[in-house]
């Protein structure tokens, strides 16, 4: 299923230059108008000790976003993350690549590996995020809800 999305997103995987990436710094894309996502964000930022983390609300601003060819719908619908090569990830990538930048969530991100718990942790986080989104076009948060949410 990963796969399905990453091949109809343009952006993802997709190395862009590092002119357009602060240059190490990881940019971590998230919806400042769910409340859900904020509290979360909210939790990794008081963790980002080293400043090495750009945290970008897109329901704000999509400048960056533009950057890196991810569309608002798409940023929307799945969490994404620029590493420090200037790679687009998203969903459970995307958390792995800030765990990773995070030295207190290293260790998580490290178990997930050794262990291979990726594909589950990705199958828990599109349950989630398309249960996430549809909730919040019907509570009229999105703007990017013109879309019909069934067919994802």
């Known amino acids: 299923m990963a796969n399905k999305a990453a091949a109809s ?3 993802i995987g997709n190395t862009f230059p590092l002119a357009l990436n602060k240059p190490g710094k990881v940019i971590v894309f998230y919806d400042g108008s769910c409340p859900i996502c904020q509290k979360e964000i909210h939790h990794y930022i ?4 080293t400043g090495q983390l750009v945290w970008d609300d897109i329901s704000k601003n999509t400048a960056l976003l533009d950057e ?3 569309t608002l719908h798409e940023a929307m619908r799945r969490f994404h993350v620029i590493d420090r090569g200037g790679r687009v990830t ?3 990538e995307a958390f792995l690549t800030l765990w990773h930048a995070l030295p207190v969530y290293r260790y998580l991100a490290r178990t997930v590996e050794y262990f291979h ?3 589950l942790l990705n199958w828990a986080y599109e349950h989630f995020a398309r249960a996430r ?3 919040a076009c019907q509570r009229g948060f999105s ?3 013109a879309i019909d ?3 994802h």
């Open 68 to 70: 890196f060819g991810i």
């Open 90 to 92: 998203q969903g459970a």
């Open 149 to 151: 949410t069934k067919k």
């Open 46 to 49: 008081k963790r980002d000790h």
């Open 117 to 119: 718990l990726t594909p």
């Open 9 to 11: 997103d343009p952006g």
């Open 143 to 145: 703007n990017t809800c």
């Open 133 to 135: 989104y549809r909730r």
